[in-house]
């Protein structure tokens, strides 16, 4: 067991908070282990050149080769049973999901690529796909300067999954996202603050009235913000609240 995750970045401050705070409660368990890397630290030029124009024309510039070849040459010579997992962040990546963060809590090695620029020849992809899982992944549908925020997310979602690293595993299951379904709204005392009052099922003890209100207000909250979530073949098969709506 253990999870361990290497970051390559052009940016390393960007990521340090991770090795510290992040690692800081589960690498005392020996659960999990973070280390950032500085990309240039594997370019040998007289100024660590990571990046060149692209081949066939276009704007901006594209992340050499040879560095990237470097840094996993160096960080892929794993001790493990199965193989690493590449993540290359990137806005043409399939969406991160709760679904894709369950996935990667699974794994033993993990090596987050974060590209900047226009992204990262391609043949650096197509190689690493022959010595490890490449993923590619994007967090959303808007623009980015570089896939560092999006490690940083990735990281955090994670890692919160990693076994033993939260208190309660019950209060992981209950959550947003995990049962197809937003959160319902919360409350907490007063019982009436500024003229407005919660909802008074909540106050009542009532358990399997206030599971009702909750899963009601859930699907209601689902619908009217997240419809792409209501209509997802499958999500709602199995439930018969779909009429409901
Ligand atoms: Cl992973 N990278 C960049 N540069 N932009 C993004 C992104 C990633 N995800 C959404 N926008």
């Avoid at 990693?162 to 995990?178: D, I, K, Q, R, T």
């Avoid at 399997?208 to 009601?216: G, K, N, P, T, V």
């Amino acid at each position: 067991t253990g999870l361990r995750i290497d970051v390559v970045t052009i940016f390393p401050d960007y990521l340090a908070p991770l090795e510290l705070s992040l690692a800081g409660k589960a690498r005392d368990k020996g659960l999990i282990d973070i280390r950032v890397h500085d990309l240039r630290q594997w370019a040998h030029d007289r100024h660590h050149t990571v990046d060149d124009t692209p081949y066939g024309g276009g704007a901006g510039m594209v992340m050499k080769p040879e560095p990237w070849g470097e840094a996993f040459d160096a960080l892929l010579d794993h001790e493990g049973d199965d193989r690493p997992t590449v993540v290359f962040t990137t806005p043409s990546g399939q969406p991160f999901t709760q679904a894709v963060a369950r996935e990667l809590a699974g794994k033993e090695r993990i090596v987050f690529a974060c590209g900047r620029y226009e992204g990262i020849d391609q043949r650096v992809i197509d190689e690493v796909a022959t010595r490890a899982e490449v993923r590619e992944i994007s967090l959303g549908d808007y623009v980015l300067n570089g896939g560092e925020v999006a490690a940083l997310a990735i990281t955090e979602a994670v890692v919160r999954l990693v076994p033993g690293f939260m208190g309660n595993a019950s209060s992981l299951v209950e959550e947003s996202h995990e049962d197809g379904l937003l959160e319902y709204p919360v409350f907490t005392k007063p019982s009436s603050w500024r003229g407005l009052e919660v909802p008074p099922v909540l106050l009542s003890g009532d358990h399997a009235a206030i599971a009702a209100w909750r899963r009601d207000q859930a699907v209601r909250r689902t619908a009217e913000r997240r419809p792409d979530l209501v209509s997802a073949p499958s999500l709602f098969d199995d439930l018969e609240i779909r009429p409901a709506l």
